[in-house]
């Protein structure tokens, strides 16, 4: 069995995990303990603050770990007790599903990144804790109670204290982007904007906007897409875009670093333990990209619009123009399409998560003493800045001679203007063995022996992040043979675009 199907078997037998039947022992402890059932998550808001089981704490940036004041809806006292700044931001932050009962590691570092950012907000951490720690599909029916609970909060905040919902923002993880929307879409004006960080996906795939999280919910909703990879149509986040932008960090796929590839090789020997871990990384990587442009606003991650990941891996997409390219995470820029704007961008496996996105376009000579080949291409680029070597290009066809291959590219440094570019062509066995047939059989037959090289006319290259456009020619010979190195500079009849900037008045 491939390992492409394996992970992806695993993957469905991992979230069916969360979605079998739930018996009735489960709903009668869960309803005993305080959880709805379907017929109690419709009711409207609660009427006062004795109805409420969710916790709302105020975190303060010297203390982000620790539950130290409580704003309690109703009392207006509990504002003024924990310093609650009526002018300043509002950050409601929003954890998922837990196995643990306990709030996971994230929370306190996501507490003090918008705190570094945001010196003077109000960072109030969701405690659903109770509703929560229940079988998967009790806790996803309590979203909608528990996002009843929070718009009962901004409601009587606003009521009380004058707060400007402009500056009330949601960030909801997994399960809990769903209660943020559930507490947007019951809130009496809508908020500002709501963040989703890798939205569940089982029980929301496909459901109406009113039950989920969707563009509707507030003035903007962003979101970010980590682990779409499933099987049959049901993956641990949510696939389908429900914000008015959606980013798909790697195409919502593998995450660098979180090696769920060698976490199904290792089954045998760790078991599931190994694998849960690597689908954690993969689920949880939408908060780290978060807390990631919060800590490193000078080194911001760029998402460039495309229908698909398949284009978008091609090169295809490196566009800013009329608003095709936008900040990931906290600096995004509001956008209200009638339609989710689906973006795509690469990152690497640590934080600072930011890389340079190229697309190169090779225009390979037509030459019909040339076949089709299958080969695998490195390229090197050096640049005013620095250099980024032996790279491998994803060479997802066979290269044809006759015609011009485009390619993603993406270096974790800043190469500055691109300077020189240089390949490094090497046969894969499965040509080679080809090769070596083809010329035994024209040497037995009296014909020519095919041609090794292959010509490469000329190379356009697209930075995405510095929107510059420039052409490469060989600097030698540009017939391209196996195991050696090419070299390509600008050409001397290249252009280069300059990016496309607003004028700017002189004084």
């Not at 003090?112 to 804790?129: G, K, P, Q």
Request: proline residues 5%.
């Amino acid at each position: 069995m491939k390992s492409d199907t394996l992970s992806r078997l695993l993957l469905f037998l991992f979230s069916c995990q969360l979605l079998c039947a739930t018996t009735v022992e489960e709903v009668a402890s869960a309803t005993s303990a305080g959880s709805p059932t379907t017929a109690e998550a419709k009711l409207a808001l609660p009427d006062n603050s004795k109805s409420i089981l969710t916790r709302f704490s105020l975190r303060q940036p010297s203390e982000p770990e620790e539950d130290v004041c409580y704003i309690i809806p109703g009392n207006p006292d509990s504002l003024h007790s924990c310093n609650f700044n009526l002018t300043s931001k509002t950050f409601i932050v929003i954890h998922g599903w837990t196995v643990s009962g306990m709030f996971e590691s994230w929370v306190p570092k996501l507490v003090a990144a918008l705190y570094e950012r945001e010196r003077d907000a109000n960072v109030i951490v969701v405690d659903w804790l109770n509703r929560a720690h229940q079988h998967y599909s009790v806790a996803a029916e309590n979203t909608k109670l528990v996002g009843c609970d929070i718009a009962w909060l901004i409601d009587w905040m606003e009521e009380t204290a004058n707060i400007p919902l402009q500056n009330v923002h949601l960030i909801g993880y997994s399960l809990g982007a769903h209660v943020a929307g559930f507490a947007g879409s019951h809130t009496t004006n809508k908020v500002g904007r709501i963040t989703g960080l890798d939205p569940a996906g089982p029980v929301f795939e496909g459901a109406h906007a009113h039950g989920r999280l969707s563009p509707d919910d507030a003035h903007f909703v962003d979101v970010l897409h980590t682990f779409t990879r499933g099987y049959l149509g049901l993956s641990i986040g949510i696939q389908q875009p429900v914000g008015h932008v959606d980013i798909y960090p790697n195409g919502g796929s593998f995450q660098p670093g979180c090696n769920l590839r060698g976490a199904l090789e290792s089954i045998s020997t760790y078991g599931m333990f190994g694998f849960s871990e690597a689908v954690k990384c993969e689920h949880e990587r939408s908060i780290h990209l978060f807390i990631d442009s919060l800590l490193h606003e000078q080194e911001p991650s760029l998402a460039y619009r495309c229908s698909s990941k398949e284009l978008f891996d091609h090169g295809f997409c490196l566009s800013c123009r009329k608003h095709r390219c936008n900040t990931v995470g906290y600096d995004v820029q509001p956008v209200r399409n009638r339609r989710s704007t689906k973006m795509f961008t690469r990152t690497r496996a640590i934080m600072p998560f930011r890389v340079y996105h190229y697309q190169l376009k090779i225009q390979f000579s037509n030459t019909s003493d040339h076949a089709e080949v299958d080969p695998t291409l490195t390229v090197s680029l050096y640049g005013t800045k620095g250099d980024a070597e032996n790279l491998k290009l994803n060479i997802k066809e066979k290269i044809n001679p006759n015609k011009t291959h485009s390619f993603l590219l993406v270096t974790e440094v800043d190469l500055g203007e691109l300077l020189m570019i240089q390949f490094r062509w090497e046969e894969s066995a499965s040509w080679s063995s080809l090769s070596l047939l083809k010329m035994f059989s024209t040497w037995w037959s009296g014909e020519k022996v095919p041609d090794s090289s292959v010509p490469i006319h000329r190379i356009r290259v697209k930075s995405g992040e510095a929107q510059t456009r420039m052409v490469f020619c060989s600097k030698d010979s540009p017939e391209f043979m196996l195991d050696q190195a090419l070299t390509f500079v600008r050409c001397q009849e290249g252009w280069k675009r300059q990016p496309n900037r607003p004028a700017t008045k002189t004084h």
